[in-house]
């Protein structure tokens, strides 16, 4: 049901692992793959906003347009997103997740170049783990 997406409730303390922190990943680019949905995401990130791109991840064929979010920065460890419905191909479900806050995203661990995030919405959560390419 979540097109992707990252996040929970976390602990406002900052996360350092080697060389990063939780704020190496509020901008750049990463790579985010789900081997049970066989799909492979490329996502930028600038300070306000991350831009998506979904790839199969056996054929590494786009398989739909680009979404674009709006982050909300709660703390360096912590946001919201919320998709930009002005830039973004939405539908009743994408509505329903903005109007009712978004996913929550938060870092909860990180090694080396990659960091575990969980998202969180009404209930749900799920771990995924994003890799900084640049």
């Keep these: ?11 406002p ?8 922190s939780c704020r190496d990943f509020k ?15 490329l996502i ?31 703390n360096d460890c912590q946001f919201t997103l919320l998709l930009d419905l002005t830039k973004s191909q939405h539908d009743e479900v994408d509505k329903y997740i903005n ?3 978004g996913y929550l995203c938060t870092i909860k661990k990180i090694e080396g170049k990659c960091a575990i ?7 749900d959560i799920f771990a995924s783990e994003i890799c900084k390419i640049r």
């Design 13 to 20: 303390k900052e996360i350092v692992s080697g060389k990063l």
């Design 117 to 123: 995030i969980e998202t969180q919405f009404e209930g």
């Design 44 to 74: 930028e990130k600038s300070k306000d906003f991350q831009k998506e791109e979904v790839f199969d991840l056996s054929t590494n064929i786009k398989l739909q347009k680009d979404r674009y979010y709006k982050i909300l920065w709660k």
């Design 27 to 41: 901008n750049g680019k990463f790579v985010l793959i789900n081997k049970k949905t066989n799909k492979k995401y």
């Design 99 to 101: 109007t009712h806050g």
């Design 1 to 11: 049901m979540f097109p992707f997406v990252l996040s929970l409730l976390a602990n």
